[in-house]
């Protein structure tokens, strides 16, 4: 039986991040500890912490460097703050009972320790990898993170060293807003217009791909680094090679037609989780959505379905003096939720702020918005005329810092 911990403290260069494990000396785990004492690497060479020289702690804990050791400077911060600072994370757990005193001697413990190769002040070393190896020993024996906490942060969570952030829609609604549009320059007027916020989706809409192809994908990219953005080729056929290319050009979801064949829409929705991207089927035009839903794969479904009122019918009704109706497919979201699981719903087609709070009402995920935004002389104002019926982005009173363990 063994436990396994991970902690990170500190920041700049003396950054500590500890990767450990505890169990018997009998186990798995005693096994690689004698491997990793006769077992040496160069510039990797494993060693026992101690609490200062001729005296190890208790359990018997080896440090394994995770970054090379290159020269004796590298040497003495392991050696020196970083070894103390293990040993005495150790004892103490021991004497504050968070690792009981009876089984100090059937226990061993590897720690893997990162020393940054530009860190210069030993002190922080020291306090830094004292509590980030004390933090990681006390999840390993408290099983932390619960599978709970782990589903709840997994979309949410954002990895200091990755520079960015990656957008997943786990609390709806949102804002889709959609560039249809034939024009870089408007293209790009827009998107600086629009607010920064992570309720609001981007669209390259279906012209903008076909004029200028998936490559404005990474444009709008450059505009909006953080947004999530959506890629409208209607997908057809040979999905697995748009879906590959809109990746490829850093896309978060690609959008699928409902119209093609039962084959090349799995082929399509396989692909994009295999790539990481969201699969939106777009029902426009789709005689009884219920029922091509039924026909994919239960393994197969799209991560969004949209309900999508064509442009063209929108405005010949307009001409006419008729309204449009969207009771009728709206009504249809409830089952098409219960078909695709943890799917979300979008709607599309002629909404406007007016209509917001009843697509909401009908179950509808993600309100996607065109003409009303991009053909706005204030797009700006446009938008916020929607997110006005929309709530705070989700994480807009969160902590800078978490607080990932509860104190009883």
């Known amino acids: 039986m063994y436990n396994i911990g991970e902690a990170l403290i500190g920041e700049g260069d003396e950054l500590a991040h500890i990767d450990l494990i505890i169990g018997d000396k009998e186990s798995q785990v005693g096994n690689a500890f004698v491997n990793g004492m006769s077992q040496l690497s160069i510039g990797h060479t494993p060693l026992l912490s101690v609490i200062r020289p001729n005296l190890m702690t208790k359990p018997a804990t080896l440090i394994i460097p995770k970054v090379t050791i290159g020269n004796l400077n590298d040497a003495s911060k392991i050696f020196g703050p970083a070894q103390t600072a293990v040993g005495r994370a150790v004892a103490d757990s021991v004497e504050e009972g968070i690792i009981s ?8 413990i590897l720690v893997s ?17 004292y509590g980030a190896t004390k ?9 932390y993170p619960s599978i709970k906490k782990v589903l709840n942060e997994k979309d949410r969570g954002t990895h200091p060293i990755m520079g960015f952030k990656v957008n997943r829609l786990w609390s709806p609604p949102y804002l889709q807003i959609a560039l249809d549009l034939d024009n870089l320059e408007t293209m790009e007027k827009v ?5 920064d916020r992570e309720r609001i989706l981007i669209e390259a809409g279906t012209p903008l791909i076909k004029k200028f192809g998936v490559s404005v994908i990474s444009k709008i990219r450059k505009l909006k680094p953080e947004a999530f953005i959506i ?8 999905g697995r090679v748009e879906v590959s290319m809109a990746a490829n050009e850093t896309a978060d979801a690609i959008c699928i037609s409902g119209l093609g064949t039962i084959e090349s829409i799995e082929k399509a929705i396989h692909e994009a989780g295999k790539q ?25 479904k799209p991560n969004i379905v949209l309900l999508h009122r064509n442009v063209d019918l929108e405005t010949a009704k307009t001409e006419k003096g008729e309204k449009s109706k969207h009771n009728s497919e709206w009504g249809n979201i409830k089952n098409i939720k219960q078909i695709i699981g943890n799917g979300l719903a979008a709607v599309a087609g002629g909404i406007t702020p007016q209509k917001i709070n009843e697509a909401k009402d009908s179950g509808a995920d993600i309100l996607i918005v065109g003409r009303y935004i991009i053909g ?3 797009v700006r104002r446009s938008t916020e005329d929607f997110l006005e019926h929309l709530p705070q982005d989700p994480d807009n009173m969160r902590l800078a810092l978490d607080e990932d363990e509860t104190i009883d």
Do not use: C, H, W
């Open 276 to 300: 990481g991207i969201y699969s939106i089927l777009d029902m426009m035009n789709v005689k009884n959505v219920i029922d091509k839903l039924k026909e994919i794969k239960d393994d197969l």
């Open 191 to 195: 998107i600086k217009a629009i607010p």
């Open 101 to 108: 005193k009876d089984e100090v001697e059937d226990l061993v």
């Open 231 to 238: 890629a409208d080729l209607k997908t057809l056929d040979v």
């Open 376 to 378: 706005s002389s204030d």
């Open 113 to 129: 320790v990162f020393i940054g190769p530009n860190a210069q002040n030993y002190r922080k070393i020291y306090q830094y990898n």
């Open 135 to 143: 933090l990681a020993i006390k999840r390993a024996m408290n099983g």
